[in-house]
């Protein structure tokens, strides 16, 4: 098979011509962070061209300049509308605990996530953007849309940008509720401020129908691919596992409980199964030992009554589902009618 891959973009594994240090590549290592692409697939990796590197480089700047982790809150809301001083107040106390609890970069959200998922001491690397927020009452969110990208950790100029999207309104006898998380794989090689950005959904919940149909092996190793050059055990083994990948993705959106049952400020993202709920299914688990938190090598349960078995998204079992990764209570997980 041919490699059409330009020989000025191939990394030269041996010895190759070094690169200025005034290259856009090398710019974009330095101020970013980037690490070399470990010698086991580097050769497999192109090096990319000097517009790739230039167009990264200065699109990472930018988008940068609006990381939410620097936020300073001003008299405008989310559309740039100005807003009085108890609707700014409200509005602002929102978004603080929402990005407290979403991109905290210390012991909280995001932050802790990423120390506990990667490997190696592998920096996840990503920018979140400022949530676009509507308020229903004082402090309780109608809808909100969370915006950010994750680059990749090696020098290779790739990116994701990801969206996720909530709307929640309590009824007289019912609740409405629509939500949705979706991807776009940037390729610096391309001029990116020119492409029509198509997002595909990865799933969805909206009104109680859920979609998975993106939410697939065949995903995961496609992003992990773009972002770290390679799909292969090698890879796994230094940067994070599939089920982790997933959750430092959905993360990345916004949802970082680590039961994927709500995102922050009590935004359900709909049906979790609860075995304790039907005591068939509690006694069953009971009698097959399965540990209270669905790990196969936690503690059997030795009392029926204070017995909790763990409750089980529908988010959760998918991840699980798709990464070979269910445990002794999941893998008997019941799924809500409307499933796609």
């Known amino acids: 098979m041919s490699n059409n891959t330009p020989p000025e973009k191939k990394r030269k594994s041996i010895d190759g011509t070094a690169i200025s240090s005034s290259s856009w590549r090398e710019k974009s290592i330095d101020k970013f962070n980037l690490q070399p692409v470990p010698n086991k697939w580097k050769d497999s990796v192109a090096i990319g061209s000097e517009d790739a590197w230039k167009r990264y480089y200065k699109y990472r700047v930018d988008k940068e300049k609006d990381d939410a982790r620097n936020i300073s809150f001003s008299n405008y809301n989310s559309d740039g509308d100005s807003i009085d001083d108890y609707e700014m107040k409200n509005h602002d106390d929102v978004l603080q605990s929402l990005m407290w609890s979403w991109a905290d970069s210390s012991f909280n959200g995001m932050g802790e996530m990423t120390k506990k998922l990667m490997l190696n001491e592998l920096e996840w690397q ?12 004082e402090d309780k969110i109608r809808s909100v849309d969370y915006y950010s990208y994750v680059w990749s950790p090696y020098a290779i100029p790739h990116a994701i940008k990801l969206t996720h999207s909530w709307y929640g309104q309590a009824k007289y006898y019912s609740y409405d509720m629509a939500t949705d998380w979706n991807y776009f794989l940037l390729d610096f090689e391309e001029d990116i401020e020119e492409l029509k950005l198509k997002y595909t959904e990865i799933c969805s919940n909206n009104y109680d129908v859920i979609k998975t149909k993106n939410l697939t092996k065949a995903t995961c190793n496609k992003i992990r691919k773009h972002l770290y050059g390679a799909n292969n055990k090698e890879v796994k083994k230094v940067t994070c596992s599939d089920t982790n990948l997933w959750i430092l993705l959905f993360g990345s959106m916004g949802s970082t409980d680590d039961n994927l049952m709500e995102d922050a400020k009590d935004c359900s993202l709909g049906y979790s199964w609860c075995p304790w709920e ?63």
């Open 126 to 137: 990503w920018t979140p953007l400022k949530p676009k927020l509507e308020l229903e009452e």
């Open 278 to 340: 039907d005591e068939k299914t509690k006694q069953m688990l009971f009698d097959a030992k399965a540990p209270a938190n669905d790990d196969q090598n936690g503690d059997p349960p030795t009392d029926l009554k204070r017995y909790n078995p763990r409750w089980c998204s529908w988010l959760r079992h998918r991840i699980l589902e798709v990464t070979d990764s269910l445990g002794p209570i999941s893998k008997h997980y019941q799924p809500p009618p409307g499933l796609i």
